[in-house]
């Protein structure tokens, strides 16, 4: 298993992979917590409307929308919108965000709904394609979490009938139609690049439900699809505002005879993929393939369980929303917490997997939303990640129709694995230093990329000791302050230098500093507390002030406020682990360093369920996904399990300069 461990005084390298083509503000994490069948509109048709601008903020100098403003967009009577319609085919856009955020659109009548339709970065400008219905009254509610400038294309509208011709959804297996990496090579810019319709369907076809993405964008730029033979209208369908990006939006772009165009302002990479295709007037009458819009409801989250793994599916039931079998969903899936650039394929559930994405992302740890429709079959929807992604999906109407019939018996499997891009900073005092001190017991760090920062006498807040290396550390909240990029995990073995009176508001600060680094789980270990350790600044009795802090860490977790903190309870793993322990029952020997680099690396793995990162005795086999070391102590041999040598020497870093010396340190004797 492949594992990075480094120290601060060591670079740590990121490497960022494009993922084929086939961001943080968090996702929010309302919505239905238990999906039901959900209200929703009367049956509608599509119909073509050519693309019409219905908000733009920045008109007139306009502010940004932030926080609690909402604004109500009336579409009644604009932008031709037809009589009797439902549901709008939207294009949004955010641009200029002075922070990380989402913004949401919704039908304009009832309260916001706690999910987003698109996300976005600092300084990007970000598109999304969505189906909204509108409120009874024709307007549409729009909303940014973070202060952004917001702007709303329609492209398409639904009209309330029972049956039609025109406008009905025929979905298909998703089809690459468009790939300029294969043959072709970017189009020129300032140039249009023609999809013509695919076998299949009709020269009358309304429009076709497809994906637009573009891949290693060499800068700032913008695409528009639009009918074949038409004029090109002032509106961006997709866009890109830097070097190496992966861009896409799912979007319902009308078509003519002749397809559709897409318009490359700056001359980069196109990538289509077509999930169905609307009826022109030349179809048959039918019910089948009509739009149900309904307020956006949330199908499923993965992150309060597990995330999609890389390579591996998870199975969604439509019908927990729709209250029966359907034809395709509309949805915003949205990719949160990454673990690196890829791509996410919803397809029919139990069939062939197609070559074909729905959404993608472009770097670690990004929240991307994208719209698209989805197939479904008998058993529903399946996502598939290449990479590994949180998943959160949030319909927002369905097509009438029978589903497709399965291929499969069984579902694929979402198989769990190591993330070991995962960077886990562990900050700890001379109890994790020795870990750093016995070199070799570091190779018992694996499941994740871990930064090891352990200074002798380092305390929690306030002024540091001055160490046994000959050098005063910083405390943990100015070492976390000072880390030079994010971090997923932070691990504390900190405390045993602090007094317990200041504990509560240390712990605070701590992890305050730690969340501000974008850590999403803060592992705190417990206290040794059946220990002779004397405090270094005026030599009382520590045993008492760590039985405190535990007792006061344990509170502030049961408080619920603090939801992304976990206590692994290292006191209690180690009761009995005598020979782990110098006299003073806190400082390791080299079993001991063994033997926390192990526990730590159980932990961080138990806690995203993914595999143990070594078997729990040597040649064993590994556990997936990995239990808690907690409910499993004294099984461990660390040495014997990670090839220790018991005479290994320890070695100080000394001084500012940190020279090494090594040698026997009477505290570490075995």
């Not at 060591?10 to 993922?19: E, F, I, K, R, T």
């Not at 006498?457 to 880390?483: H, W």
Request: aromatic content about 6%; charged content about 15%.
């Amino acid at each position: 298993m492949s594992t990075t461990v480094s120290t601060v005084a060591s670079a740590v390298a990121c490497a960022v992979v494009l993922g084929a083509v086939s961001t943080i503000a968090p996702v929010p994490l309302g919505g239905v917590p238990s999906a039901s069948a959900a209200p929703s509109s009367a049956p509608s048709a599509f119909v073509p409307v050519t693309p019409c601008r219905l908000l733009d903020t920045r008109d007139g100098g306009g502010a940004r929308l932030s926080g609690d403003t909402t604004v109500v967009v009336p579409t009644l009577g604009r932008c031709g919108i037809p009589a009797g319609t439902t549901a709008l085919a939207l294009s949004v856009t955010v641009t200029q965000p002075l922070a990380a955020g989402f913004a949401t659109v919704w039908p304009g009548d009832v309260s916001r709904p706690t999910t987003s339709t698109i996300n976005y970065a600092p300084g990007e400008t970000r598109a999304n394609g969505a189906i909204i219905a509108t409120g009874a009254d024709g307007t549409l509610g729009v909303a940014s979490s973070a202060s952004a400038h917001v702007v709303i294309d329609v492209t398409g509208a639904f009209v309330a009938t029972s049956d039609a011709t025109a406008g009905r959804f025929v979905p298909t297996v998703p089809t690459r139609l468009l790939d300029t990496r294969e043959g072709a090579g970017r189009p020129a810019p300032g140039s249009s690049v023609t999809v013509p319709l695919p076998p299949g369907v009709p020269a009358d076809a309304t429009a076709l439900a497809v994906t637009i993405a573009t891949s290693d964008s060499r800068g700032a730029g913008f695409f528009t699809a639009y009918p074949s033979g038409a004029q090109r209208p002032l509106s961006s369908t997709l866009n890109t505002d830097g070097l190496g990006q992966v861009r896409a939006t799912g979007q319902i772009v009308p078509v003519t005879a002749g397809g559709f165009e897409i318009f490359s302002q700056a001359g980069e990479h196109l990538i289509v993929d077509m999930a169905g295709w609307f009826t022109g007037p030349s179809a048959p009458w039918s019910n089948a393939g009509l739009f149900v819009p309904t307020t956006p409801r949330r199908l499923v989250d993965t992150r309060p369980a597990l995330p999609v793994f890389p390579g591996g599916t998870i199975e969604l039931d439509p019908r927990t929303i729709t209250g029966g079998p359907v034809a395709a969903i509309a949805a915003n899936w949205t990719l949160t917490g990454t673990w690196r650039g890829g791509y996410v394929t919803a397809y029919p559930s139990r069939t062939d997997r197609p070559l074909a994405s729905t959404a993608n992302a472009d770097r670690r740890r990004q929240d991307v939303a994208q719209f698209g429709i989805v197939p479904t079959s008998a058993a529903g929807v399946a996502a598939f990640a290449n990479a590994g992604t949180e998943l959160v999906v949030d319909v927002t109407g369905w097509f009438t129709g029978a589903p497709m019939a399965t291929t499969a018996s069984s579902p694929a499997p979402n198989t769990p694995v190591a993330d070991t891009d995962r960077r886990v900073y562990l900050i700890g005092d001379s109890t994790l230093a020795g870990v750093r001190w016995y070199t070799n017991s570091r190779q018992a760090l694996r499941g994740s990329s871990f930064v090891l920062d352990a200074e002798s006498c380092r305390r929690l807040v306030g002024a540091s000791c001055r160490g046994r290396e000959g050098r005063t550390p910083p405390n943990a909240v100015s070492a976390i302050d000072a880390l030079t990029a994010p971090v997923d995990v932070v691990v504390v073995m900190t405390g045993y230098n602090d007094w317990h009176a200041s504990f509560s508001d240390a712990f605070d600060q701590v992890v305050a500093a730690a969340r501000n680094k974008g850590a999403q789980r803060i592992v705190w270990l417990t206290y040794r507390e059946d220990v002779g350790y004397n405090n270094p600044s005026n030599g009382g009795a520590q045993a008492e002030s760590f039985r405190i802090q535990n007792s006061i860490l344990r509170e502030k977790v049961a408080s619920g406020a603090y939801g992304d903190v976990v206590i692994a309870d290292w006191d209690a793993y180690t009761e009995g682990r005598t020979d782990w322990f110098t006299s003073d029952g806190v400082h390791f020997t080299i079993r001991g360093a063994y033997g926390a680099a192990d526990y730590i690396s159980r932990v961080v793995s138990s806690l995203h369920g993914e595999p143990c990162p070594a078997p729990w005795t040597p040649g064993g086999s590994i556990d997936t996904p990995c239990p808690s070391p907690d409910t499993r102590p004294g099984v461990v041999d660390p040495v014997a399990l990670h090839a220790g040598n018991l005479g290994d020497v320890h070695c100080y870093q000394v001084g500012v300069d940190r020279h090494v010396e090594c040698r026997t340190d009477p505290k570490l004797a075995l």
